[in-house]
């Protein structure tokens, strides 16, 4: 059950739950670490666009929309 991957972010090798890199990566998977201090920020920024304002309570909803 255990899944085994290498960190597109880190290269770091990890073992258990793959992270969407998006939009840090297109493709690849990241490790936890890497998912909380680099991708989470990174989808924040992005869901801060100037043209619309209304976002940003929103921004910590997106951290588990990975299958
Ligand atoms: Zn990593």
Do not use: Y
């Not at 258990?16 to 690849?28: A, C, L, M, Q």
């Not at 890497?34 to 209304?54: G, H």
């Amino acid at each position: 059950m255990a899944h085994e991957f290498r960190c597109c972010i880190c290269g770091q090798k990890a073992s258990g739950w793959g992270n969407n890199p998006w939009p840090v990566k297109d493709s690849g998977e990241c490790c936890l670490a890497c998912d909380l201090t680099v991708v989470v920020p990174a989808r924040i920024k992005l869901s801060e666009t100037p043209k619309n304002k209304s976002n940003e309570d929103n921004a910590t909803e997106n951290r588990a929309m990975v299958s």
